[in-house]
Structure formats: C-alpha cells, structure tokens
C-alpha cells in the first residue's frame, strides 16, 4: 500500500484508509461479532493500511483499540467527538462546554485504550456551529495537546447537509486545523475548488469521505439521483444513458466497475492524502484496496465526468 505525508502533520499515512464508521461499522450494522470486526481492521493492517478513523458516535472505538493493541506505534489513529450535546439535535446548539468536551474526549481515549490520539477532530460541524467551535472548543483540543492526549487538531464537515462545504470553506481561513474530512465524489467534486486548493495551500491534511456510497454502488440508485439532477436542470442529459449513465466509465479501456471507477477518482485528485474505505468484511476490503492501487483514471473519462458533473455541488451520494 503506497503511503503519503499528511500535510503539515508529517504523518506518514496510507493513501487508502479504514473507515470504522458508515453503512456498516466494521460489520456491527449487520450483527456481526466484536471478534469478527477486529479480524477486518487486522486485514487492514495485513494488507498495509495504518490509517484507521472512527468516532465516538460509532461505537467503533473500542474494536479498533483492541486491534490495534499490539501496534499502536505503527498506526495513525483519527477519531472524533460532536460538539453538540449527546441525545439533542445535531444540527442544533445545544453546544457542550469546553469542560465537558474535554471529559467526553477522555471517554475516546478509554475506550481506544490509548495514551494519546494522532488526530482529533470535532465531528460534522455544521456552519452554523463553527464560530461556538473556533471561541469555546479550540481551545479544549489545545488543553487535550497540552496534555499529551492528543497530537493534531482535525474538523470534519457534515457533507451530507453542507454539500457545498460552506463550513470547511470558512474553517480554512483559520490557521489551527491540521486535518479535514470533506465529501468528495464523481458526481459532486466540488471540494476540488472549495476545499483542496485552500489545503494544498496552506499544508492541511485532507481524508475524503463518500468516495462511495450508495449513489455509486447501486445502479439503480445512480440512475434515480443523476435523473434528479437533470429534472431540476442542474446537468444536461445528453450524453447520459437514463438507465445506466456512467456506462462510459466501464466502456473498452475503463474501469472494470463504477465502484473502481469511484475510487480512482478519488484517489489520483490532486490534494486528496487519504481516501477512506468502509466495509464489514475483508474480501470486500480487499476489492476496495485494490482499487484504490490502481492508476489514475484515463483521460477522456475524466474530462466527461467533468463536462456532466463538474459544476455540481447539491448531493452527496449518500
């Protein structure tokens, strides 16, 4: 597995990442034993990836803590805390105190059993929220860096609300974020221009999330979200097969599917450090692994991907 530096951090991470959240959670979703979602993230491991994100609203912490126990030192873990008040909307300001921030933090660490994590981020931030976050909780990730308890400061934004990443935009004008996670896909890349020219520019690291979801994993699903797109008048169908739009992707020369497809562009974009992955089981990680190790996708696919979704910032594909 090929690795990069994470910006500024000078972590040396995994392009590709396992993400211990989403649809599946490392298989907890689906029922699936404790044992048996450490055995995904210890093929993670096997297969080189040292990248793990989870969070506290994922009640993945303690599977990757267990995971991890006898290579702590060799992986870069990334977890998360909402800074709205548990069982209160997350949209809402119901905000937690810097105190409480700080005691729930200690919580993450518990149950990652660890002394210390690489990066710590506040969790799917509206931008509503932000300027109670930048006065009251930055200065909580300072006093948890102080302590030791954590190394890099990291802000993720709630893409499936803030398609646009309006938060992230006003974020970046600040200069404290290490890391960021940002929604980024084939049907909605405009974090290219709102998003990673500023992180390039200024050495923030970038995970991309919703490289795939279900919009790209299941066909009928991508032709009811582009035929959406055309309704409102945001792309033009020419070009597009109503029932299977991003047939040209596995065309003579492409792809060998939408899904591998996905990944690549999410990988080769220029700014993009670590695409994250999620899944509940290791063949299906493999598949993905393997394509996030593949080239870049060709030319003229990319152009047509630009030419039908390239102004397109109103989904996240979830």
């Known amino acids: ?6 910006g500024r951090t000078g972590l040396s991470v995994s392009v590709a990442g396992l993400g211990c959240g989403g649809h599946s959670r490392l298989g907890q979703s689906q029922g699936k034993s404790v044992k048996h979602s450490v055995s995904v993230v210890r093929a993670a491991i096997d297969t080189g990836v040292n990248f793990f994100d989870t ?13 991890v126990q006898n290579c702590r030192d060799k992986v870069v873990i990334s977890s998360k805390l909402g800074v709205i008040r548990p069982g209160t909307d997350h949209l809402g300001q119901d905000f937690l105190t810097a105190d409480e921030f700080v005691e729930l933090a200690e919580q993450n660490l518990s149950r990652l059993n660890t002394d210390y994590i690489d990066i710590f981020h506040l969790h799917g931030v509206m931008p509503n929220q932000y300027e109670y976050c930048r006065a009251e909780l930055v200065p909580a990730l300072e006093k948890l860096r102080e302590d030791g308890k954590i190394r890099f400061f990291g802000l993720t934004e709630r893409f499936i609300h803030d398609t646009a ?8 004008s600040d200069d404290f974020w290490d890391v960021v996670m940002t929604g980024f896909n084939m049907i909605n890349p405009s974090a290219r221009h709102r998003v990673f020219s500023q992180t390039r520019a200024q050495g923030v690291g970038t995970l991309v999330m919703f490289a795939v979801r279900r919009a790209l994993s299941s066909p ?14 945001e792309i033009e169908q020419v070009g597009l097969e109503p029932d299977t739009p991003l047939a040209f992707l596995t065309e003579t020369g492409g792809a060998s599917s939408v899904i591998e497809a996905a990944y690549r562009f999410c990988r080769h974009e220029a700014g993009a450090d670590v695409v994250l992955t999620g899944t509940g089981e290791p063949a299906h990680l493999r ?21 039908h979704f390239g102004q397109v910032d109103s989904v996240s594909g979830n």
């Open 55 to 67: 969070a506290a609203a994922y009640r993945t912490e303690e599977i990757v803590g267990k995971a």
């Open 287 to 307: 598949d993905n692994l393997t394509a996030l190790s593949k080239p870049p996708l060709a030319p003229e696919l990319l152009r047509k991907l630009e030419a």
């Open 1 to 6: 597995m090929e690795r990069t530096t994470l």
């Open 220 to 233: 009928d699903a991508t032709a009811a979200l582009i035929g959406d797109l055309i309704a409102r008048g």
């Open 165 to 172: 990443h309006t938060m992230l935009q006003r974020a970046l």
